[in-house]
């Protein structure tokens, strides 16, 4: 996994619980090249001295050439540590992070983008959001939040033309009607959306209902694996080491591998780091993670800490 350094620039409150960070690169080179809708994964070192956890967070910002990108995190104060040790960095800090990769991608052709965000998913559809209008493209934006002082970049969303910001007050019956908001699918119309799971799964089975096809609709989550309500066990054989297994509809294959004895390689169990990252020998896998590009999946590449499969038996290389 290819590295390369960062400074932070400077750190803004955006909410009660949400810092944007301002990075720069120290030679002021530009960053790799990315697009919109790709994350950044962050080298965090992890309490108690354990080896280095990672943790992505989305590029706000559109790629240019001046050496600066800027990402947003929201603490989390029951989560694994990292956002707390992001929030505590200052200006000076050094970050060191990953190539940025992308499974988010707007399509290349030309197309009517539908954009809808809740939450802390806000930040890849504002970085899409700046690309379209950078490009003189039009988009329609939908950004849910529970209130105005917990949505971060609130006033940039609401200046954008056909932008528009929607607040519940923690009853998502006071929000807006997802059919109304989704309508039906017209030719070259396509939606993404980024957010909790549970609002990303309301939309996507709210669009299917409606008719829209599976090509026009994009997603990214941000912790773990979207559950919807329908997991089912499958079978795993591990080809090397001669284990068969199944597993349970609310386990992943590597919670079953660590009860079964076994050793994985992992780091952040979130699939975001690709570090346990296997090969598929047969079978159908149903990809669930963020961190693995379309070619690498197409080779057969598989993260066991949230991946599934379609099919009811999986031969992993393991």
Same mark, same amino acid.
């Given at each position: 996994m290819s590295t390369f350094d960062l400074c932070v620039e400077r750190v803004e409150a955006l909410a009660p619980r949400i810092k944007r960070f &301002?990075?720069?690169?120290?030679?002021g080179r530009p960053v790799p090249a990315y697009t919109a809708g790709a994350h950044l994964a962050f080298e965090i070192p992890h309490e108690g001295g354990a080896r280095a956890m990672h943790r992505a967070y989305s590029l706000v910002s559109p790629w240019?050439? $001046?050496?600066?990108?800027? &990402?947003a995190v929201q603490l989390e104060p029951g989560g694994a540590g990292g956002s707390r040790w992001m929030h505590a960095l200052? !200006?000076? !800090?050094? #970050?060191?992070?990953?190539? %940025?990769?992308?499974?988010?991608? #707007? +399509?290349?052709?030309?197309?009517s983008p539908l954009l809808l965000a809740a939450g802390i998913g806000v930040t890849p559809i504002l970085c899409m959001a700046r690309e379209l209008r950078r490009q003189g493209g039009a988009f329609e934006l939908h950004y849910l939040a529970r209130e105005a002082a917990l949505a971060a970049y609130r006033e940039e969303i609401e200046s954008l033309p056909g932008a528009h910001?929607?607040?519940d007050g923690g009853d998502p019956a006071q929000g807006p009607d997802l059919r109304w908001l989704i309508g039906?699918?017209? %030719?070259?119309?396509?939606?993404y959306v980024c957010g909790p799971k549970p609002f990303i799964a309301a939309v996507l089975d709210t669009a299917r209902a409606l008719g829209w096809p599976e090509p026009a609709l994009h997603c990214e989550l941000f912790s773990g694996s979207l559950d919807t309500g329908s997991e089912r066990p499958f079978t795993v054989v591990l080809a090397a080491s001669g284990h068969e297994f199944e597993v349970p509809a609310d386990r992943?294959?590597? +919670?079953?591998?660590?009860?079964?004895? #076994? +050793?994985?390689?992992? +780091?952040?169990?979130?699939?975001?780091?690709? &570090?346990?990252?296997?090969?598929? #020998?047969?079978?159908?896998?149903?990809?669930?993670?963020?961190?693995? $590009?379309?070619?690498?999946?197409?080779?057969?590449q598989f993260c066991p800490c949230v991946s599934r499969a379609r099919s009811g038996r999986l031969v992993l290389e393991l």
């Amino acid at each position: 996994m290819s590295t390369f350094d960062l400074c932070v620039e400077r750190v803004e409150a955006l909410a009660p619980r949400i810092k944007r960070f &301002i990075l720069a690169t120290p030679d002021g080179r530009p960053v790799p090249a990315y697009t919109a809708g790709a994350h950044l994964a962050f080298e965090i070192p992890h309490e108690g001295g354990a080896r280095a956890m990672h943790r992505a967070y989305s590029l706000v910002s559109p790629w240019d050439e $001046s050496g600066r990108c800027e &990402i947003a995190v929201q603490l989390e104060p029951g989560g694994a540590g990292g956002s707390r040790w992001m929030h505590a960095l200052a !200006a000076g !800090a050094t #970050l060191k992070a990953a190539t %940025p990769r992308n499974q988010f991608e #707007l +399509d290349a052709r030309p197309h009517s983008p539908l954009l809808l965000a809740a939450g802390i998913g806000v930040t890849p559809i504002l970085c899409m959001a700046r690309e379209l209008r950078r490009q003189g493209g039009a988009f329609e934006l939908h950004y849910l939040a529970r209130e105005a002082a917990l949505a971060a970049y609130r006033e940039e969303i609401e200046s954008l033309p056909g932008a528009h910001c929607w607040f519940d007050g923690g009853d998502p019956a006071q929000g807006p009607d997802l059919r109304w908001l989704i309508g039906a699918h017209a %030719p070259q119309r396509h939606l993404y959306v980024c957010g909790p799971k549970p609002f990303i799964a309301a939309v996507l089975d709210t669009a299917r209902a409606l008719g829209w096809p599976e090509p026009a609709l994009h997603c990214e989550l941000f912790s773990g694996s979207l559950d919807t309500g329908s997991e089912r066990p499958f079978t795993v054989v591990l080809a090397a080491s001669g284990h068969e297994f199944e597993v349970p509809a609310d386990r992943s294959v590597m +919670d079953v591998m660590e009860a079964r004895g #076994l +050793d994985p390689l992992f +780091d952040c169990r979130r699939g975001e780091c690709g &570090i346990c990252a296997t090969r598929v #020998l047969a079978g159908e896998a149903d990809h669930r993670d963020i961190c693995l $590009s379309a070619q690498d999946r197409a080779a057969g590449q598989f993260c066991p800490c949230v991946s599934r499969a379609r099919s009811g038996r999986l031969v992993l290389e393991l």
